[in-house]
C-alpha cells in the first residue's frame, strides 16, 4: 500500500515506481477511513522546509498502521538537510516505527527561490534514483540515514527564519491576478480545498495554507502568483511525466 501528496507530479511520479495504484493522502483525508493494513506501507511526499507537508503529519497521526514493512520516500529539490531523520522523529513521537527512509532529488518547485527553467534544465539522475531506491525497498532495507551536521543546521535556520518570517512559507503571499478567468483549476488542485468561485474568480477560504503551490504551478492562465519575490514569473513546473487531470484527480474533490 502506497500513500501519496502532490502538488506539481514529482512525488505521484516517484509513487507510480513502488505501486501501480497509488493512493492519495489528501483524498483519504476527505474521509473516515484511518486503519491500514498490509505487507508493506509507503507513504511517499516533497520535503517542505526540512519536513513533510502538515497534511502528511496530520494523516500519520491520526492514522494506524499494521504493517511489516513501513518505509517513505521523500522527494525533495535542492538540499534534503535532516529531513529523513528529522521525520523518523517525529512518527516515532506519533507511535510509528518506520523501517527505511529513502529520498529522491528532483525539481524544485519553491517559486520564491528557484527559476523552473533553470531546475528543469538540470539532469538530476531522477531515473537512477528512483531505481536505486525501489531495490532499497525491494530488499526490504532497514536504514533511517543519519542526517550532517550541516543539514541539522540548515533545517535549524529555515525554521527560525520561518518563526520570524511566517509569510516566507506560511502561503499568505498567494494571490489571485486579474487574468483570473473562474476556471476552478485551483480548487481542484489545492490538496486542502482552500479555493472557490465567486463572481467569475477564484478566491481564498484562507490566506494561509501548506504552500505547496500546487495552485500557483498549474493554474492554466497563470493568473494566481506571489506577493513577494518570484524568481520567474514567466516559467511554472508540472512533472512531465503527470499531467493536469492527474493532479486534478488526487487533489480536487471526487
Not at 525497498?137 to 527564519?161: F, K, N, Q, S, W
Amino acid at each position: 500500500m502506497v500513500f501519496y501528496f502532490t502538488a506539481t507530479g514529482n512525488s505521484l511520479y516517484a509513487a507510480r515506481h513502488f505501486s501501480e495504484q497509488p493512493v492519495s493522502i489528501p483524498q483519504i483525508m476527505r474521509g473516515t477511513r484511518r486503519q491500514f493494513a498490509d505487507d508493506s506501507i509507503d507513504v511517499i511526499c516533497p520535503v517542505y522546509a526540512g519536513q513533510p507537508p502538515e497534511l502528511v503529519l496530520r494523516f500519520l497521526r491520526e492514522s494506524g498502521f499494521q504493517t511489516d514493512y513501513f518505509y517513505m520516500i521523500l522527494t525533495y529539490g535542492h538540499d534534503q538537510s535532516d529531513a529523513p531523520e528529522f521525520t523518523a522523529g517525529l512518527l516515532k513521537q506519533y507511535g510509528i516505527h518506520v523501517d527505511y527512509i529513502g529520498t529522491i532529488k528532483m525539481v524544485d518547485n519553491y517559486l520564491p527561490v528557484f527559476d523552473m527553467e533553470e531546475e528543469m534544465a538540470i539532469d538530476k539522475h531522477v531515473e537512477e534514483q528512483l531505481t536505486a531506491e525501489k531495490k532499497a525497498v525491494d530488499e526490504r532495507r532497514r536504514e533511517i540515514p543519519e542526517a550532517t551536521e550541516e543539514g541539522r543546521v540548515l533545517h535549524a535556520r529555515v525554521a527560525e527564519m520561518n518563526q520570524k518570517e511566517p509569510a516566507f512559507n506560511n502561503g499568505s503571499q498567494i494571490m489571485v491576478l486579474e487574468d483570473c478567468v473562474g476556471c476552478g483549476v485551483c480548487g481542484q488542485v489545492c490538496p486542502t480545498d482552500n479555493f472557490y468561485i465567486e463572481d467569475g474568480r477564484a478566491k481564498r477560504k484562507s490566506q494561509t495554507c501548506e504552500f505547496c503551490l500546487a495552485c500557483v504551478h498549474n493554474c492554466p492562465q497563470k493568473a494566481i502568483g506571489l506577493r513577494m519575490a518570484d524568481k520567474n514569473p514567466n516559467a511554472r513546473y508540472r512533472n512531465e511525466h503527470v499531467s493536469l487531470k492527474e493532479i486534478m484527480e488526487a487533489n480536487g474533490r471526487q
